[in-house]
């Protein structure tokens, strides 16, 4: 699963449009689509969307005995 098809379902489950979004992290709906449809979405952002959708964002390396290393 890709970035943006993530964050497309977030949306989906949180009943709410991309470009609702887009605008909630000061951005306009059509330089956000762009960033979708490139994949370049940043850490960041991604943590902007969590916060504004009032979700965790995790992004880590997990070691086979479980541990974590992440921001």
């Known amino acids: 699963m890709t970035t943006s ?23 306009s709906p059509q330089n956000f689509n762009k960033k979708l449809k490139r994949g370049t979405v940043s850490f960041e952002e991604m943590m902007e969307i969590a916060e504004n959708l009032d979700v965790k964002y995790e992004q880590a390396f997990v070691l086979p005995n479980g541990e974590k290393i992440q921001f």
Do not use: H, P, W
């Open 5 to 27: 098809d993530m964050i497309r379902e977030l949306c989906e489950k949180k009943n709410i449009s991309l470009a609702e979004l887009a605008r909630c992290i000061g951005q």
